[in-house]
């Protein structure tokens, strides 16, 4: 049974960060492309970020070039997302995912496993 558990989400004031992570079992996750989405109240799931298989290769929303950072640690079956800068417009419910495309891809259509998702809040 496939398995992304999120945490590290929380309050932060407006400038702030955070780290978030997403622990997997039950899949190859050395196989699998990770992304970050996130869910704002009343709002679409929009794509945050997405690491390739190796961690040698990243994407971005434009919207989170330059603030956020995907990495990850295939030895610990983890992903990580350093949010810095964080804005009050950033305050949304943010998943995980997983797919195992060959490339990295940003339609939530094409993520096969999905998180719980963390809360983060950013106040102004």
């Known amino acids: 049974q496939v398995q992304l558990v999120e945490s590290g989400g929380g309050l932060v004031q407006a400038g702030g960060s955070l780290r978030l992570s997403c622990a997997a079992s039950?899949?190859?996750?050395?196989?699998?492309?990770m992304g970050w989405f996130r869910q704002a109240p009343g709002k679409e799931r929009e794509f945050v970020a997405a690491?390739?298989?190796?961690?040698?290769?990243?994407l971005y929303a434009d919207s989170m070039k330059g603030r956020f950072t995907i990495s990850r640690d295939n030895a610990k079956n983890t992903v990580y997302l350093q949010m810095n800068s964080l804005k009050p417009e950033d305050t949304a419910v943010y998943y995980c995912?997983?797919?195992?495309?060959?490339?990295?891809?940003?339609?939530?259509?094409?993520?096969?496993?999905w998180g719980q998702g963390t809360q983060v809040t950013v106040s102004s």
């Open positions: 995912a997983a797919t195992f495309s060959l490339s990295l891809v940003t339609n939530t259509k094409q993520y096969d496993y």
């Open positions: 039950g899949l190859p996750f050395s196989l699998a492309v």
């Open positions: 690491i390739n298989r190796s961690g040698g290769n990243t």
